[in-house]
């Protein structure tokens, strides 16, 4: 996909907070499985549903050692992130009333916003959203302050989908614990540039999407630790989760089947976990400098082109950039960059609340990923330039 | 002599037909926003604010008897542009010829290829919105 022209032009692809492109052994591994095994898992007695079973299984457990889960029953593929933590949301609901409250912060994708504001809704929980600083970080002292013996529980990204901004979870997490609160963790947009240990973090619930993962688009991971799993109630129900049905009562499988129902994403998780593998076999601390020493040029160029203002400047960051200009909408911004054949993200990132905190409408965001390079970063500043050359000869 | 909708739509028509790449095309566009006669800041208001872009688009038409009237804003230059087109087309046109338009305006400049589909539906919502008026 990287070598795919746009205009005549190799792309130069910036948008990997969307979504990253997928290395070959995941392609091999999809094409391997639509030729030879694709059949119906674990109900079949026949080889090919005995194969599927075997591969997907194995890729549920490569995801549980990638995030040092203690068991796979804590790891439910679900269909990405935002099904995640609906799943979470809708299991939780009957031990939330209207005494309880839910945090969210001003951070959050809509997809961490959404379903606790709807859950609220449904039981009349008050619905608080811790605010974040000028730096676009997370106010701690204030998160702290919000959390008390009312609340239900605490959902808040690893990392910014705007800023790239590091939020420190494993603090929150301890003092959220000190309080009785449970906490989840949106992490689709750190899996694929931060280490991510859950039994580390104490996580009580984290989140993340396949195709932010080097994986196919339409699978996704939640990891749940499994007393609060074993005592959830599915929130799907139909074939697959339930274990007998006696006397018109049924009886449902412990986790994760108990949350699968229905036939699951087989290629997806067979895909995801062929990208998990390959992600794991490289030297992750290269990576993680190679894409700080990138996110770093970015804003130091960005930071010289008159007019241009980064959104938050946090002190821990992955290698998302967001920017906007003193006149030049991100809208005009992005088009025009694609049309160079550079492949950046315009608009709110589905993260209305913080704009508004912000008080812009939108940023351009540029996204970058462990195969993007310096000459790449390059190309963008220069096209940047190049459109502001435009934009301030009208 | 005025032009019709149709010879107007021409002449850009043929001024994009001169500009080979869709940057060049783009940069067009940025350099017809400049020439979009301003919007009085009054109506620049909820009210007349086009839902379905991702940047704020404000439309106000008018017509008496014959003639069809139209202001119209945008904070995105690319949009200000293709604005611009639509004003120069539609503005002080008898209100019969801009209602009975019928050719696709994005296809005859060629400049479908500027837009993703989602920004050619919100293109398309404006001409649908100027011909209910």
Known sequence: MLNTR?????????????????PYAVLKTMEHYYHHTHSNIHRGVHYLS??????????????KDFMNAES???????SGTTDSINIVALAIEPYVNEKHEIIVTEMEHHSNYLPWQALCKRTGAKFIVAPVSVRGELDFEELERLMTQRTALLAICHSSNVTGAVNPVKKVIECAHQKGIPVLVDGAQSVSHQRVDVQNLDCDFYCFSGHKAFGPTGIGVLYGKQQWLNQFMPVKYGGGMVRQIKNGEPAYWESPAKFEAGTPNIAGAIGLGAAIEWFASLPRESIISHELELTQYIRSELLKIPGITLVGSPEEQIGIVSFTHRYAHPFDIASLLDKLAIAVRSGAHCAQPFMDRFGISGTVRVSISLYNTKEEIDYLINGIKRILKVVDGR | MTLTVKEKLDCFRQEFCLLEDPFS?????????????PMKDAHKSKEYRFKGCQANVWLLFDKDESVFYMEADSDSLLIRGILYILHELFHEQPFDEVSSFEEDIVDALGISDLFTRERLLGLTGILQFIKSV
């Open chain 1, 72 to 78: 796979e029953h804590e790891v439910i593929f679900t």
């Open chain 1, 6 to 22: 746009v205009y005549g032009s190799p792309i130069v692809y910036l948008d990997n907070a969307a979504t990253t492109q997928m």
């Open chain 2, 25 to 37: 095309r783009h940069a067009y566009l940025i350099e017809l926003s400049s020439l979009l006669p």
């Open chain 1, 50 to 63: 005995e194969q599927s079973t075997c591969d997907y299984e194995k890729a549920r457990n490569i995801v």
